[in-house]
């Protein structure tokens, strides 16, 4: 089989199933379109504050603990949690 085929048959495919997906999925009721919304919002109730000390130990198996780093380097935390 050619590339250029074979590219082709990739991108049919593709768009075959976001239609099936698109067509297939249930649309959300407005309760869980509301549930959405308040957990948007309650995503900022941490903004601007600052984050607790914490430890860990890196993938390089060094120890890392946030009060140390702090104004030394840039800290980037991602903090999540998944409510059900």
């Not at 067509?23 to 995503?43: F, G, H, I, V």
């Not at 601007?48 to 104004?71: C, Y």
């Amino acid at each position: 089989m050619n590339k250029p085929l074979l590219s082709i048959l990739i991108v049919l495919t593709g768009i075959l199933l976001s239609i099936l997906n698109y067509t297939l999925k249930p649309a959300p009721d407005e309760k869980l379109l509301e549930q959405y919304a308040q957990n948007m919002t309650n995503s900022t109730e941490w903004q601007g504050r600052i984050a607790p000390d914490f430890e860990l130990k890196t993938t390089r198996g060094e120890r890392f603990q946030l009060s140390e780093n702090v104004g030394k380097k840039i800290i980037v935390l991602n903090f999540f949690a998944i409510s059900i």
